[in-house]
Protein backbone atom coordinates (compact mmCIF):
# COMPACT_ATOMS: atom_id res chain seq x y z
CA UNK A 1 0.00 0.00 0.00
CA UNK A 2 3.21 2.36 1.14
CA UNK A 3 4.81 1.72 -2.43
CA UNK A 4 1.39 2.03 -4.52
CA UNK A 5 0.71 5.68 -2.65
CA UNK A 6 4.64 6.60 -2.98
CA UNK A 7 4.01 5.54 -6.84
CA UNK A 8 0.38 7.70 -7.35
CA UNK A 9 2.31 10.51 -5.36
CA UNK A 10 5.12 10.19 -7.94
CA UNK A 11 2.83 10.49 -10.78
CA UNK A 12 0.76 13.23 -10.24
CA UNK A 13 3.31 15.36 -8.99
CA UNK A 14 5.08 14.50 -12.70
CA UNK A 15 1.89 15.99 -14.63
CA UNK A 16 0.07 18.43 -12.63
CA UNK A 17 -1.45 21.57 -14.81
CA UNK A 18 1.60 24.03 -13.06
CA UNK A 19 4.16 21.77 -14.54
CA UNK A 20 2.55 21.08 -17.94
CA UNK A 21 2.38 25.31 -18.49
CA UNK A 22 5.45 25.40 -17.01
CA UNK A 23 7.14 23.52 -19.50
CA UNK A 24 4.75 24.55 -22.58
CA UNK A 25 6.30 27.92 -21.30
CA UNK A 26 9.52 26.93 -21.79
CA UNK A 27 8.85 25.43 -25.31
CA UNK A 28 6.85 27.76 -26.63
CA UNK A 29 6.50 30.52 -25.27
CA UNK A 30 7.66 34.05 -27.77
CA UNK A 31 10.95 33.50 -26.16
CA UNK A 32 11.64 30.73 -28.31
CA UNK A 33 10.71 32.77 -31.59
CA UNK A 34 8.83 29.56 -33.57
CA UNK A 35 11.17 27.30 -32.89
CA UNK A 36 12.42 27.22 -36.37
CA UNK A 37 14.74 24.41 -37.01
CA UNK A 38 18.95 25.57 -37.02
CA UNK A 39 16.98 28.85 -35.31
CA UNK A 40 18.62 30.21 -31.91
CA UNK A 41 15.05 30.13 -30.56
CA UNK A 42 14.96 26.07 -31.46
CA UNK A 43 18.25 25.71 -30.03
CA UNK A 44 16.81 27.55 -26.80
CA UNK A 45 13.78 25.40 -27.13
CA UNK A 46 16.03 22.06 -27.11
CA UNK A 47 17.91 23.27 -24.29
CA UNK A 48 15.21 23.87 -22.06
CA UNK A 49 14.12 20.09 -22.91
CA UNK A 50 17.12 19.01 -22.25
CA UNK A 51 17.70 20.21 -19.07
CA UNK A 52 13.82 19.21 -17.45
CA UNK A 53 15.30 15.37 -18.83
CA UNK A 54 18.46 15.92 -16.99
CA UNK A 55 17.53 17.06 -13.97
CA UNK A 56 15.09 14.19 -13.72
CA UNK A 57 17.98 11.82 -13.86
CA UNK A 58 17.37 10.76 -17.89
CA UNK A 59 20.48 10.48 -19.85
CA UNK A 60 20.07 13.19 -22.70
CA UNK A 61 22.10 13.49 -25.70
CA UNK A 62 21.83 16.13 -28.93
CA UNK A 63 21.92 14.27 -32.22
CA UNK A 64 23.06 16.98 -35.08
CA UNK A 65 20.95 16.93 -38.27
CA UNK A 66 23.02 18.91 -40.81
CA UNK A 67 21.20 21.15 -43.14
CA UNK A 68 22.04 24.19 -46.06
CA UNK A 69 20.51 27.59 -45.81
CA UNK A 70 20.29 29.38 -48.67
CA UNK A 71 21.18 33.06 -47.18
CA UNK A 72 19.92 36.37 -48.35
CA UNK A 73 20.89 38.63 -45.69
CA UNK A 74 21.71 42.04 -46.78
CA UNK A 75 19.46 42.00 -50.36
CA UNK A 76 17.92 44.45 -51.16
CA UNK A 77 15.41 46.22 -53.09
CA UNK A 78 15.20 49.64 -54.37
CA UNK A 79 11.70 51.37 -55.16
CA UNK A 80 11.18 55.43 -56.44
CA UNK A 81 14.69 55.90 -53.88
CA UNK A 82 13.91 53.60 -50.70
CA UNK A 83 15.32 51.30 -50.07
CA UNK A 84 13.78 48.02 -49.00
CA UNK A 85 15.42 45.06 -46.81
CA UNK A 86 14.73 41.22 -47.78
CA UNK A 87 14.32 40.41 -43.85
CA UNK A 88 10.89 40.16 -43.05
CA UNK A 89 9.03 39.51 -46.22
CA UNK A 90 9.42 42.58 -48.38
CA UNK A 91 10.54 40.04 -50.89
CA UNK A 92 11.50 36.29 -51.50
CA UNK A 93 14.24 34.82 -53.71
CA UNK A 94 12.72 32.37 -56.04
CA UNK A 95 15.87 31.49 -57.75
CA UNK A 96 19.32 33.31 -57.48
CA UNK A 97 21.60 33.22 -60.82
CA UNK A 98 24.91 34.32 -60.29
CA UNK A 99 24.78 36.39 -63.65
CA UNK A 100 23.69 39.84 -63.00
CA UNK A 101 24.88 41.98 -65.79
CA UNK A 102 22.18 44.58 -66.63
CA UNK A 103 18.37 45.69 -65.73
CA UNK A 104 15.72 43.55 -63.82
CA UNK A 105 12.13 43.33 -65.76
CA UNK A 106 9.15 42.88 -64.04
CA UNK A 107 6.26 39.98 -64.86
CA UNK A 108 3.24 39.16 -63.53
CA UNK A 109 3.70 35.11 -64.29
CA UNK A 110 7.11 33.30 -63.79
CA UNK A 111 8.95 32.69 -66.97
CA UNK A 112 8.66 30.06 -69.48
CA UNK A 113 12.14 28.19 -71.11
CA UNK A 114 11.31 30.25 -73.95
CA UNK A 115 10.76 33.68 -72.45
CA UNK A 116 13.72 32.68 -70.16
CA UNK A 117 15.85 32.02 -73.05
CA UNK A 118 14.75 35.12 -74.69
CA UNK A 119 15.45 37.50 -71.50
CA UNK A 120 19.06 35.39 -71.02
CA UNK A 121 19.55 36.44 -74.60
CA UNK A 122 18.90 39.93 -74.13
CA UNK A 123 21.12 40.21 -70.68
CA UNK A 124 18.60 41.27 -67.82
CA UNK A 125 19.76 40.61 -64.94
CA UNK A 126 16.87 38.71 -63.38
CA UNK A 127 13.03 38.83 -62.84
CA UNK A 128 11.03 40.99 -60.46
CA UNK A 129 7.91 38.77 -60.37
CA UNK A 130 4.16 40.27 -59.12
CA UNK A 131 2.29 38.25 -56.52
CA UNK A 132 -0.99 36.44 -57.83
CA UNK A 133 -4.35 36.95 -56.24
CA UNK A 134 -4.10 34.06 -53.81
CA UNK A 135 -0.82 34.89 -52.83
CA UNK A 136 -1.30 38.81 -52.34
CA UNK A 137 -4.41 37.40 -49.76
CA UNK A 138 -2.22 35.21 -48.07
CA UNK A 139 1.24 36.95 -48.19
CA UNK A 140 2.92 35.53 -45.20
CA UNK A 141 2.18 31.59 -46.06
CA UNK A 142 3.99 32.37 -49.45
CA UNK A 143 6.87 34.05 -47.47
CA UNK A 144 6.84 31.12 -45.07
CA UNK A 145 6.73 28.26 -47.90
CA UNK A 146 9.96 30.09 -50.15
CA UNK A 147 11.59 31.99 -47.29
CA UNK A 148 11.66 28.89 -44.59
CA UNK A 149 10.82 25.93 -46.51
CA UNK A 150 12.91 26.83 -49.90
CA UNK A 151 15.86 28.27 -48.53
CA UNK A 152 16.63 25.19 -45.94
CA UNK A 153 18.35 22.31 -48.20
CA UNK A 154 18.36 18.36 -46.18
CA UNK A 155 22.84 18.39 -46.29
CA UNK A 156 22.09 15.05 -47.31
CA UNK A 157 19.97 15.65 -50.41
CA UNK A 158 21.53 18.69 -51.06
CA UNK A 159 22.22 19.38 -55.04
CA UNK A 160 23.29 22.84 -55.62
CA UNK A 161 21.20 24.97 -58.07
CA UNK A 162 22.11 25.92 -61.79
CA UNK A 163 19.59 28.65 -62.20
CA UNK A 164 20.41 30.86 -65.37
CA UNK A 165 18.11 33.64 -64.57
CA UNK A 166 17.55 35.09 -60.68
CA UNK A 167 13.97 35.83 -59.67
CA UNK A 168 12.09 37.31 -56.72
CA UNK A 169 8.72 37.88 -56.20
CA UNK A 170 8.12 41.22 -54.05
CA UNK A 171 5.47 41.68 -51.55
CA UNK A 172 1.72 42.95 -52.30
CA UNK A 173 2.84 46.44 -50.98
CA UNK A 174 5.73 46.42 -52.43
CA UNK A 175 3.49 45.63 -56.02
CA UNK A 176 1.56 48.73 -55.79
CA UNK A 177 4.61 50.96 -56.09
CA UNK A 178 6.43 49.17 -58.94
CA UNK A 179 4.20 50.97 -61.43
CA UNK A 180 5.28 54.52 -60.26
CA UNK A 181 9.29 53.47 -60.68
CA UNK A 182 11.13 53.61 -63.84
CA UNK A 183 14.10 52.23 -62.63
CA UNK A 184 13.70 49.74 -59.89
CA UNK A 185 17.43 48.30 -58.22
CA UNK A 186 18.07 44.66 -57.31
CA UNK A 187 20.60 43.51 -54.92
CA UNK A 188 21.07 40.14 -54.06
CA UNK A 189 23.41 39.04 -51.59
CA UNK A 190 23.99 35.18 -51.44
CA UNK A 191 26.00 32.76 -49.30
CA UNK A 192 25.29 29.05 -48.64
CA UNK A 193 25.35 28.23 -44.79
CA UNK A 194 26.04 25.24 -43.23
CA UNK A 195 23.27 24.80 -40.13
CA UNK A 196 22.96 22.13 -37.38
CA UNK A 197 18.99 21.18 -36.47
CA UNK A 198 19.18 18.74 -33.52
CA UNK A 199 17.03 15.67 -31.98
CA UNK A 200 16.75 15.67 -28.27
CA UNK A 201 16.94 12.22 -27.60
CA UNK A 202 16.83 10.95 -23.50
CA UNK A 203 16.76 7.16 -23.06
CA UNK A 204 15.77 5.49 -19.93
CA UNK A 205 16.60 1.55 -19.56
CA UNK A 206 14.56 -0.72 -19.11
CA UNK A 207 14.39 -3.00 -15.88
CA UNK A 208 14.77 -6.82 -17.20
CA UNK A 209 17.44 -7.56 -19.30
CA UNK A 210 15.82 -9.97 -21.12
CA UNK A 211 13.99 -7.44 -22.64
CA UNK A 212 16.93 -5.16 -23.89
CA UNK A 213 16.59 -5.16 -27.21
CA UNK A 214 12.64 -4.53 -27.74
CA UNK A 215 13.26 -0.64 -27.23
CA UNK A 216 10.09 1.37 -27.61
CA UNK A 217 10.68 4.87 -29.22
CA UNK A 218 8.12 7.96 -28.11
CA UNK A 219 8.53 11.06 -29.81
CA UNK A 220 7.05 14.11 -31.20
CA UNK A 221 8.36 17.18 -32.84
CA UNK A 222 10.02 20.69 -31.22
CA UNK A 223 10.27 22.94 -34.01
CA UNK A 224 7.99 25.15 -35.66
CA UNK A 225 7.80 27.50 -38.23
CA UNK A 226 9.59 30.34 -36.38
CA UNK A 227 9.01 34.28 -37.23
CA UNK A 228 8.43 36.23 -39.80
CA UNK A 229 9.67 40.19 -39.11
CA UNK A 230 7.88 40.61 -35.99
CA UNK A 231 4.81 37.56 -35.88
CA UNK A 232 6.25 34.71 -34.04
CA UNK A 233 4.57 31.65 -35.08
CA UNK A 234 4.49 29.69 -31.36
CA UNK A 235 3.05 26.30 -32.54
CA UNK A 236 1.57 25.81 -28.99
CA UNK A 237 -0.81 23.02 -30.19
CA UNK A 238 1.96 22.25 -33.37
CA UNK A 239 3.32 20.40 -31.87
CA UNK A 240 4.38 22.10 -28.33
CA UNK A 241 1.54 20.11 -26.75
CA UNK A 242 3.03 17.00 -27.76
CA UNK A 243 6.03 17.86 -26.66
CA UNK A 244 4.76 18.63 -22.87
CA UNK A 245 3.11 15.84 -23.07
CA UNK A 246 6.00 13.53 -24.04
CA UNK A 247 8.54 15.81 -21.35
CA UNK A 248 6.12 15.11 -18.40
CA UNK A 249 5.68 10.90 -19.03
CA UNK A 250 9.35 11.11 -19.53
CA UNK A 251 9.93 12.45 -15.74
CA UNK A 252 7.35 10.35 -14.20
CA UNK A 253 8.70 6.86 -15.99
CA UNK A 254 12.44 8.48 -14.79
CA UNK A 255 11.46 7.54 -10.95
CA UNK A 256 9.25 4.20 -12.10
CA UNK A 257 11.25 2.64 -15.08
CA UNK A 258 9.52 -0.22 -17.53
CA UNK A 259 10.71 -3.30 -18.49
CA UNK A 260 11.80 -2.48 -21.49
CA UNK A 261 14.19 0.15 -22.50
CA UNK A 262 12.38 3.40 -23.77
CA UNK A 263 13.94 6.10 -26.08
CA UNK A 264 12.08 9.54 -26.08
CA UNK A 265 12.65 11.97 -28.80
CA UNK A 266 11.96 15.57 -29.52
CA UNK A 267 12.76 15.71 -33.35
CA UNK A 268 13.82 18.61 -35.59
CA UNK A 269 13.14 19.40 -39.15
CA UNK A 270 9.28 18.07 -39.33
CA UNK A 271 8.03 21.41 -41.20
CA UNK A 272 10.57 20.73 -43.02
CA UNK A 273 9.14 17.33 -44.84
CA UNK A 274 9.70 15.24 -41.47
CA UNK A 275 13.80 15.58 -41.91
CA UNK A 276 14.29 15.50 -38.38
CA UNK A 277 12.70 11.90 -37.87
CA UNK A 278 14.39 10.49 -41.01
CA UNK A 279 17.51 11.72 -40.13
CA UNK A 280 16.93 9.45 -36.62
CA UNK A 281 15.75 6.45 -38.70
CA UNK A 282 18.85 6.96 -41.18
CA UNK A 283 21.38 7.25 -38.40
CA UNK A 284 19.60 5.29 -35.41
CA UNK A 285 21.01 5.37 -32.19
CA UNK A 286 20.04 1.58 -31.55
CA UNK A 287 19.22 -1.15 -34.13
CA UNK A 288 16.08 -0.68 -36.12
CA UNK A 289 15.75 -4.46 -35.48
CA UNK A 290 15.36 -3.76 -31.83
CA UNK A 291 12.75 -0.78 -32.35
CA UNK A 292 9.70 -3.04 -31.14
CA UNK A 293 7.31 -0.03 -31.64
CA UNK A 294 7.66 3.66 -32.29
CA UNK A 295 4.82 6.20 -30.94
CA UNK A 296 4.37 9.65 -32.16
CA UNK A 297 2.30 12.35 -30.74
CA UNK A 298 0.87 15.28 -32.89
CA UNK A 299 -1.57 18.29 -31.81
CA UNK A 300 -3.35 16.72 -28.69
CA UNK A 301 -4.03 20.12 -26.50
CA UNK A 302 -5.96 22.70 -28.41
CA UNK A 303 -9.18 24.31 -27.12
CA UNK A 304 -10.32 24.18 -30.67
CA UNK A 305 -9.43 20.67 -31.67
CA UNK A 306 -11.37 18.43 -34.10
CA UNK A 307 -11.53 15.51 -31.94
CA UNK A 308 -13.12 15.66 -28.42
CA UNK A 309 -10.40 12.89 -26.98
CA UNK A 310 -7.94 10.77 -28.21
CA UNK A 311 -7.49 9.54 -31.85
CA UNK A 312 -4.98 6.78 -32.40
CA UNK A 313 -4.03 6.19 -35.60
CA UNK A 314 -1.89 3.16 -35.81
CA UNK A 315 -1.33 -0.53 -36.26
CA UNK A 316 -3.71 -2.98 -35.07
CA UNK A 317 -2.31 -4.84 -32.87
CA UNK A 318 -2.10 -1.67 -30.38
CA UNK A 319 -6.01 -1.35 -30.41
CA UNK A 320 -6.64 -3.22 -27.08
CA UNK A 321 -3.44 -1.34 -25.07
CA UNK A 322 -4.82 2.06 -25.92
CA UNK A 323 -8.06 1.30 -24.90
CA UNK A 324 -6.87 0.30 -21.78
CA UNK A 325 -4.78 2.90 -20.99
CA UNK A 326 -7.34 5.39 -21.52
CA UNK A 327 -9.58 4.76 -18.68
CA UNK A 328 -9.78 8.53 -17.51
CA UNK A 329 -11.38 9.30 -20.92
CA UNK A 330 -14.99 8.60 -22.00
CA UNK A 331 -15.27 5.91 -24.32
CA UNK A 332 -16.87 8.48 -26.65
CA UNK A 333 -14.01 10.36 -27.07
CA UNK A 334 -11.70 7.88 -27.78
CA UNK A 335 -11.36 6.39 -31.28
CA UNK A 336 -8.91 4.20 -33.39
CA UNK A 337 -8.32 3.93 -37.36
CA UNK A 338 -6.04 1.23 -38.49
CA UNK A 339 -3.05 2.24 -40.34
CA UNK A 340 -4.46 0.74 -43.50
CA UNK A 341 -7.27 3.44 -43.46
CA UNK A 342 -5.37 6.65 -42.87
CA UNK A 343 -1.93 5.94 -44.38
CA UNK A 344 -2.16 9.05 -46.12
CA UNK A 345 -2.93 11.25 -43.12
CA UNK A 346 0.59 8.93 -41.32
CA UNK A 347 2.72 10.08 -44.38
CA UNK A 348 2.50 13.44 -43.48
CA UNK A 349 3.86 12.85 -39.73
CA UNK A 350 6.98 11.55 -38.21
CA UNK A 351 5.57 8.12 -37.71
CA UNK A 352 6.26 7.89 -41.31
CA UNK A 353 9.38 7.71 -41.27
CA UNK A 354 9.52 4.61 -39.04
CA UNK A 355 6.64 3.04 -41.27
CA UNK A 356 9.05 3.05 -43.75
CA UNK A 357 11.58 1.21 -41.98
CA UNK A 358 9.23 -1.42 -41.13
CA UNK A 359 8.74 -0.28 -37.19
CA UNK A 360 5.45 -0.78 -35.98
CA UNK A 361 3.74 2.58 -35.04
CA UNK A 362 0.60 4.35 -33.41
CA UNK A 363 -0.09 8.25 -33.50
CA UNK A 364 -1.86 9.81 -30.55
CA UNK A 365 -3.88 13.21 -31.40
CA UNK A 366 -6.79 15.34 -31.57
CA UNK A 367 -7.25 16.26 -34.95
CA UNK A 368 -6.76 18.92 -36.63
CA UNK A 369 -7.36 23.04 -35.32
CA UNK A 370 -8.27 26.21 -37.03
CA UNK A 371 -4.90 28.01 -35.73
CA UNK A 372 -2.49 25.80 -37.63
CA UNK A 373 0.49 27.54 -39.03
CA UNK A 374 -1.03 30.82 -37.84
CA UNK A 375 0.10 33.43 -35.43
CA UNK A 376 -3.08 32.42 -33.01
CA UNK A 377 -1.75 29.37 -32.14
CA UNK A 378 -0.27 30.22 -28.93
CA UNK A 379 -0.35 29.16 -25.24
CA UNK A 380 -3.68 30.40 -24.50
CA UNK A 381 -5.66 28.37 -26.44
CA UNK A 382 -4.03 24.63 -24.98
CA UNK A 383 -6.44 22.80 -22.92
CA UNK A 384 -4.47 21.88 -19.68
CA UNK A 385 -7.21 19.54 -18.19
CA UNK A 386 -7.45 17.46 -22.07
CA UNK A 387 -3.70 17.80 -21.92
CA UNK A 388 -2.35 16.63 -18.42
CA UNK A 389 -5.32 13.31 -19.49
CA UNK A 390 -3.39 12.74 -22.81
CA UNK A 391 -0.24 12.84 -20.49
CA UNK A 392 -1.87 10.49 -18.22
CA UNK A 393 -2.88 8.01 -21.03
CA UNK A 394 0.95 8.16 -23.21
CA UNK A 395 2.12 7.11 -19.51
CA UNK A 396 -0.13 4.18 -18.76
CA UNK A 397 0.51 3.24 -22.69
CA UNK A 398 4.27 3.06 -22.25
CA UNK A 399 3.76 0.67 -19.49
CA UNK A 400 1.49 -1.66 -21.24
CA UNK A 401 2.52 -5.19 -22.00
CA UNK A 402 2.37 -4.94 -25.45
CA UNK A 403 2.06 -8.42 -27.39
CA UNK A 404 4.12 -7.20 -30.63
CA UNK A 405 3.17 -8.96 -33.57
CA UNK A 406 5.89 -8.76 -36.79
Not at 12 to 37: C, N, P, V
Not at 257 to 272: A, D, H, I, N, S
Request: positive net charge.
Amino acid sequence: MIALLMFCGFAAQAQTIKQLKQDMYGIASDATEGRFTGSPGYLKAAQYVAGQLKAAGIKTTFQAVPFIWDNYDGSTIVINGKTYLHKGGNFIVLQHSASLTSDWIVLKEMPDSAETANLLSRKVAGVILMPNAQQSNDWETTVIRQYRFGYMHYAADFVPSNAQLSIIMVSPALAGKLNKDPKTLVNIKFKQDSVNGYNVIASLPGTDKKLNNQAIIAGAHLDHIGRLGNHIYNGANDDGSGCVALLAAAKTIAHHPTKRPLLFVFYCGEELGLLGSRYFMDHPPIPVKNMLMNINLEQVGSKHRSFHGLWALGDPQFQKNFFTSAKMFAGADLKFSVTDSVRDELSNTDSYSFMKKKVPSILLGSGGFDEHHTQQDKINLIDFPHLQKATQLLYNFLRSDFQIIN
